[in-house]
């Protein structure tokens, strides 16, 4: 069985639960949060936020090109291919 983990939005202040394996953009949708996002396949940087709390693992890894090294070293993610590994606290970015 997956793994549930509890994810907070710092900005909206909302909480949701995700399953391990799944993407947060489509768990959030699903309950009612509507994150940023375009193209849903780690492209276009859209969906980025910054995880404060916990530890996340791409689905399929996004393309090296993607993240810049900043972006990585200020723990950005991109969301729509991003699924918890823990429970996370996240600072969405504006719409
Ligand atoms: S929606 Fe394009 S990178 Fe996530």
């Excluded at 699903?30 to 689905?59: D, S, V």
């Excluded at 070293?73 to 600072?91: F, G, K, Q, R, W």
Aim: charged content about 30%; overall charge negative; aromatic content about 2%.
């Amino acid at each position: 069985m997956s793994k549930i983990h509890q994810i907070k939005f710092v900005k909206s202040n909302k909480v949701i639960t995700t399953e391990e394996g799944k993407s947060i953009v489509i768990s959030s949708d699903n309950q009612g949060l509507k994150l940023p996002r375009n193209c849903m396949q780690g492209m276009c940087t859209t969906c980025i936020a910054k995880i404060i709390e916990g530890r996340i693992r791409y689905i399929e890894e996004p393309d090296p090109d993607t993240l810049t090294k900043e972006d990585i070293d200020n723990n950005m993610a991109l969301l729509c291919i991003a699924t918890p590994l823990s429970d996370l606290v996240i600072e969405e970015s504006e719409d």
